[in-house]
């Protein structure tokens, strides 16, 4: 009882240290993978948005959305609440750009980590966008729509992404710029779901800007962020790096998440706990023999038999 006793209270240590486990994965020569969550507390600091000033005048878009940020985060930026775009944060900074709707913005940011926990929202920053073509209804300008904030997949895999577009009026050409130096050019006849597709060769962390055109020139614009797993750099819209890091497109959501179509780095394969496992396991059997030695010689020393069957 006292073995089980200590062998429960090393398992207990190891649970304590590496955090729940979710799955065990046995191959065929017997090994064990153990997978898990890896916890962590989410992003405390809310990026600032530095660019454009609150409480400007705009007549052009789209806009460019800049500021400060924490290193290897995702921004995800947001329009009176709703979804505009997103840029992995390099160096401390951030920059992406958007459309606006028409009259007032107020604009938020958010950074979220690898698990996708997010950070407080930035302060407000309120710009006031004019439309001078009169397209002062919803139904009148061009919205592109994504539940993807983050995509990934592994180079030399098609990636697809899935898109809306809505209001306006057909047919809209959409162009797409991937960040690597390729673009695709897609032709829609009606509103609606489709999807873009691309092959990253290298793998990168990639900024990805999609541009929406009507039959009557308005337009619509987003910037995500792409992912082939592997060493990371990120790029700009004209495909030349900034910075590099290691990481793999991740992660799923509705409205602004994240999705990566290979393995997320929420779950990765914990091989500490077994460094941590190890002396337990060792010292549990050294207090078991000494303590199976103990009996015996008790038995010995008050003149009965050793061994009992």
């Not at 890091?245 to 500490?272: F, V």
Request: hydrophobic letters at 35%; glycine letters at 12%; charged letters at 15%.
């Amino acid at each position: 009882m006292k073995i089980i006793a200590l062998l429960l209270l090393s398992f207990g240590a190891l649970f304590a240290v590496s955090g729940s486990v979710n799955a065990q994965t046995v191959s065929e020569d017997g090994s064990v993978g153990v997978s898990g969550v890896v916890s962590a507390p989410p992003p405390s600091n809310a990026p600032i948005v530095s660019l454009p000033n609150d409480g400007a005048s705009i007549s052009r878009i789209p806009v460019t959305v800049s500021g400060i940020c924490d290193a290897d985060l995702l921004v995800k930026v947001f329009k009176n609440g709703v979804f505009a775009g997103s840029a992995q944060c390099q160096n401390g900074s951030f920059s992406l750009q958007t459309d606006l709707f028409n009259g007032r913005n107020d604009i938020t940011a958010r950074q979220y980590d690898l698990l996708d926990q997010e950070s407080p929202a930035s302060g407000i920053v309120s710009v006031l966008y004019s439309d001078n073509a009169g397209n002062s209804t919803a139904s009148d300008r061009v919205t592109l729509t994504t539940n993807f904030a983050k995509k990934g997949t592994d180079p030399g895999e098609k990636l697809i992404w899935p898109f809306a577009i809505s209001g306006g009026a057909g047919p809209y050409a959409v162009t797409v710029e991937w960040g690597d130096g390729e673009s695709s050019l897609y032709s829609l006849a009606v509103p609606g779901e489709f999807s873009i597709d691309h092959t990253f060769q290298n793998p990168g962390s990639y900024t990805v800007v999609v541009k929406a055109v009507d039959v009557e020139g308005r337009t619509a614009l987003m910037q995500v962020v792409a992912i082939a797993n592997g060493s990371l750099s990120q790029t700009g819209p004209n495909g030349s790096t900034n910075g590099s890091g290691s990481g793999s497109g991740n992660g799923s959501g509705s409205g602004t998440g994240d999705e990566g179509d290979s393995s997320a780095p929420k779950t990765r394969i914990l091989w500490q706990p077994a460094a941590i496992m190890i002396p337990f396991i060792l010292s549990t059997f050294w207090l078991g023999k000494r303590y199976a030695i103990h009996r015996l010689r008790k038995k010995i020393e008050a003149g009965e038999r050793p061994f009992s069957y």
